[in-house]
């Protein structure tokens, strides 16, 4: 028998233990929940399994690799959508075989004895069996009612009280036969309770259900994790604590290690210690989980409480009923008697007292003496810091909640005059509009008249901005499209670009001491509502007129477009129609599951689109990203552009496109300058805290990740615009994109971030200045270094997150790949020095 694991879900009622890690993952006494379930069967002889993976998948596959290491093998199974429970089992059928097979969920925490539902299955000759207990509260499950002979009469799936009939729940562990994965659907949404159970019993193939006896809890959210500590310590669960046992008068010690602590320090209920933990005299710890690297000073009485790993606790804190997220900080005579839950990477300053029981989101900094008597979801990022590059993004409808966003804007205001108008836009997704409309209500308490643009492309909002003369701003909307649970708010000044460093300090001063400017009820602003079908025509018009239309008609040109399910849809296939380009347009509808996986979605896209057109012999094709700004280009043979390769076409276009007059372009620091360009001055440096005007004199600024700004209509990153410009340059060059591919020559580059604290970028900065001497090398942007005139490494430590940005140059693979050796390992002996 091969066993199945379900691991693929987002754990969003779990947040925020699960900001870093999928649920499967989330300790239970020092191990991912998910290993003890499938020790549990391998102890009854499961040596295969299929794991099941969506969200973070890389994470689970990381720490149990094939599965060697823990005498199984794993096969993993990633699916590209959303196919629902039984769905994404389907995908597995062609490694589970002609066996029967178990299927289980890698959340939850139970002491079942499988070996009852195995033969179970087996003397009932069953098709399909069902594992049933029975709990306190059914409305979180499927309630089922099965007859004398245990086949299953009825289901319903989270009842309200007024409809349970049952005390009885669908506990998500079946035995199945092989032959019903033919009755699910390849391809489709298709869930067990939902779907395949109706469909079976219709059919009248019946469903046994097997009442297993013992302790069985899905980790739903923070609140049932702590209980399952409780139960786990308390004796509930039959729970085996492996390791080393101590006892003591009032306790019992598992440890990973030997440990021999002074006899100050006191052992009460079960204690369980990981690796590497350090306790100072006095300290008192009853029923409580340490993993490891963890220090915890002298005179504590900590109770009842969960610790990750790689924490720092000072002397005399007292903690109950608490969960410590690892890589946190907590200073000594730091108070939470009541509970709180501390997500990873927090600072507690000393004499913090927790007044009752609140959960604390992740990279959070407590003031000395503070009293925390709220759950702390947004606030500090290294400096007081909510703006990266102009965008606030977070957490939707968690960070980024509705009061977020209307205090968000009514900093904003306060930095424009009473009377002001700003346009606002956004995209599809049901969070853009719910965080809209609740900054409008900011705005609108500050005196800032708005245009609201509602479901509108980035670039039709900017142009609308930099082409009137009467706005002073604007904000814009979208679902984050690398990670479908956050959104991002973008804020422009009145030139439509992203507003500066000092404008971000200003109203982020406002947003944390809450200055905001409340006027007269007679002089609230006022909504003007736009379906933005004039602004739309606007910049349709415009686009229209600065794109040499003859000379892509003159080539017959023909492009298929992947609109990626964004906003674009609504106005791209009329500019192009307009034009009288021909062209397929795919995905040109809003798709919430599909934009759920942009990984999944993009791979989908490159392979349909290289059909496309290298089938219909199309001169290109292009994917316009959900964000509007982003492309990647398709040649005419097929061949999807990676972002380098994609840059370097561009330029080779622009190339022959300047053959007359030489043009100014702007790339950033990391930009590969291998290739040279006749009729091109490049210049590259840090993009932060331009002005348009500064801007307009380059005739291209662009980035390395599909973004371009063709200054002549706007000094932004337009997809749509970009794209056309791209069509009547190839048109001139009377070359076919594959031609152009061939000319740009193969060489090594390579993005990767290194794990650096926040507190060793100082240090890494200085360490590479100083292996810089004597090399040809740039600080202007972090710190470059040149080995020949080819081969070059850029450290631009990270200004929001924990880790360095390393950029790669190198004229060959070897050369590349031994300098990026050459530098991680230089970067973890910088860690290790002591100053």
């Known amino acids: 028998m091969k066993a199945v694991v379900m691991a693929g879900g987002f754990g969003t009622r779990i947040q925020p233990l699960t900001h870093s890690r999928p649920k499967p993952m989330l300790p239970i006494v020092n191990r991912p929940m998910m290993e003890h379930t499938m020790m549990m069967l391998k102890d009854l002889g499961i040596s295969e399994f299929i794991v099941l993976l969506y969200f973070k998948p890389e994470i689970i596959q990381n720490y149990f690799g094939d599965g060697s290491a823990f005498g199984i093998k794993i096969t993993y199974v990633v699916p590209d959508d959303d196919y629902g429970t039984a769905g994404a089992v389907k995908l597995a059928s062609e490694y589970i075989g002609d066996e029967n097979f178990i299927v289980i969920s890698g959340d939850l925490v139970t002491d079942f004895d499988f070996q009852k539902i195995f033969d179970f299955h087996a003397q009932k000759g069953a098709k399909l069996s069902i594992g049933l207990t029975s709990v306190e509260n059914p409305l979180q499950f499927g309630v089922v009612i099965a007859n004398k002979e245990n086949v299953i009469e009825k289901f319903l799936e989270k009842p309200s009280w007024g409809e349970v009939f049952s005390d009885t729940i669908n506990t998500g562990i079946y035995i199945i036969e092989p032959e019903i994965l033919d009755f699910i659907p390849r391809g489709e949404n298709f869930d067990f309770a939902k779907n395949l159970f109706p469909s079976l019993m219709s059919k009248s193939i019946p469903l046994m259900g097997c009442n297993l006896e013992g302790y069985w809890r899905d980790v739903g959210n923070p609140e049932s994790y702590r209980e399952v500590y409780d139960d786990i310590l308390n004796g509930r669960v039959g729970f085996k604590f492996g390791g080393f046992v101590k006892h003591y008068p009032d306790g019992v010690l598992y440890s990973e290690e030997a440990y021999e602590f002074d006899h100050s320090i006191k052992i009460v209920g079960n204690v369980v210690l990981g690796k590497n933990v350090k306790i100072k005299d006095g300290t008192k710890l009853s029923n409580v989980v340490i993993g490891d690297n963890v220090s915890i000073g002298a005179a504590c009485n900590i109770a009842n409480t969960v610790i990750w790993s790689d924490v720092k606790i000072k002397k005399n804190v007292k903690l109950d009923n608490s969960v410590i997220c690892n890589d946190n900080v907590i200073e000594k005579n730091v108070t939470a008697k009541a509970g709180v839950i501390l997500s990873e990477g927090c600072e507690v300053g000393e004499l913090a007292s927790f007044e009752q029981d609140v959960t604390i989101w992740p990279d959070k900094k407590i003031e000395p003496a503070s009293i925390i008597s709220h759950n702390i979801v947004w606030g500090s990022r290294y400096k007081n810091s909510i703006f990266q590059n102009g965008t606030v993004s977070g957490k939707s409808n968690v960070e980024l909640s509705c009061e977020m966003a209307t205090k968000l804007a009514e900093a904003f205001a306060a930095q424009l005059p009473v009377g002001s108008k700003v346009v606002v836009g956004r995209d599809y997704n049901k969070s853009s509009r719910m965080l809209k409309r609740a900054f409008l209500g900011g705005l609108l308490s500050a005196g800032v008249n708005v245009l609201d643009l509602k479901n509108t492309p980035p670039a039709v909002l900017r142009y609308t901005i930099a082409n009137s003369g009467k706005i002073a701003g604007g904000a814009h909307f979208k679902q984050s499209i690398f990670n479908p649970t956050e959104s991002e708010i973008t804020l422009f000044n009145d030139e439509a670009i992203r507003i500066d460093s000092n404008s971000a300090k200003n109203i982020e001063k406002a947003f944390f001491t809450e200055k905001f400017r409340r006027v007269d009820f007679s002089r609230i602003g006022e909504i003007k509502e736009s379906m933005h079908h004039h602004e739309c025509h606007n910049y349709k018009s415009a686009v229209e007129s600065r794109i040499d239309q003859n000379i892509i008609k003159c080539s017959a040109f023909k492009v298929a477009v992947d609109l990626m399910h964004g906003s674009t849809a609504d106005i791209f296939p009329n500019i192009l129609n307009d034009i009288g380009v021909e062209n397929i347009i795919l995905n040109a509808y809003h798709d919430e599951h599909k934009l759920s996986n942009f990984t999944a979605l993009k791979k989908r896209s490159e392979e349909n689109i290289s059909k496309i057109v290298s089938t219909l012999d199309y001169n290109m094709g292009v994917m316009i990203y959900p964000n509007a700004q982003s ?94 410009r791209i069509m009547e340059m190839l048109s001139c060059s009377h070359l076919k994109l594959s031609e152009i591919s061939k000319m740009i020559a193969h060489f090594y580059y390579k993005q990767a971030k290194i794990a650096c604290t926040q507190s060793l970028k100082g240090k890494m900065m200085r360490k590479f200045l100083e292996d810089a001497k004597g090399k040809r090398s740039s600080s202007e942007d972090g710190v470059k270094i040149w080995e020949n005139d080819t081969d070059w490494i850029l450290m631009i430590p990270d200004q929001y997150d924990d880790h360095l940005n390393l950029y790669i140059q190198a004229s060959n693979e070897a050369s590349g790949e031994a300098l990026l050796e050459s530098y991680t390992q230089k970067i973890k002996n910088y860690a290790g020095e002591k100053e």
């Open 631 to 724: 492309i990647s280009l398709v040649t005419d043979d097929g061949e999807v552009l990676d972002m380098v390769k994609g840059l370097l076409a561009v330029l080779h276009l622009l190339d022959m496109y300047s053959s007359k007059t030489k043009k100014k372009v702007f790339l950033p620091t990391w930009a590969p300058d291998i290739i040279s360009f006749k009729n091109l001055e490049i210049q590259r440096g840090k993009y932060a805290n331009f002005k348009a005007a500064q801007l307009r004199e380059y005739a291209l600024i662009a980035t390395v990740d599909g973004n371009f700004a063709f200054s002549d209509f706007g000094v932004y990153r337009d997809a749509m615009f970009a794209s056309l």
